[in-house]
């Protein structure tokens, strides 16, 4: 049996491994189409993974898994040769273009 002491100090010990999970910084991940599309394909078997197990899966936030759901048409129907979901910024081909004289 536990006494309230004992509850008490790992009701604490939880509540403070909370607080560091939530306080620590995430790096940015960049998903590609085709994870975007294997997240999609994990959400809609059956049973389907809760959408906290696929964002922690992926080291990214639920909200984000959320938004790719509500997608899931556009990420469904990609091949997964397609260009990058991200274009490249003008800086880059600016850059790109100095540095070879183009």
């Known amino acids: 049996m536990v006494d309230s002491s004992q509850s008490e ?26 994870q975007k599309k294997e997240i999609c394909l994990l959400l809609s078997q059956k049973p389907p993974l ?4 696929v964002a922690r899966s ?5 909200n984000t898994v959320s ?12 091949n997964d040769d397609e260009f990058p979901t991200r274009l ?5 081909i600016e850059t790109y273009f100095l540095r070879f004289g183009v």
């Open 58 to 62: 992926y080291g990214i936030k639920q």
């Open 88 to 92: 490249l910024s003008f800086h880059m």
């Open 9 to 34: 100090q790992i009701l604490s010990a939880i509540n403070a491994l909370l607080k560091n999970e939530a306080m620590m910084k995430r790096q940015r991940v960049a998903l590609t189409r085709s």
């Open 50 to 53: 809760t959408q906290t197990a």
């Open 67 to 78: 938004n790719i759901w509500n997608k899931r048409e556009k990420w469904l129907a990609t």
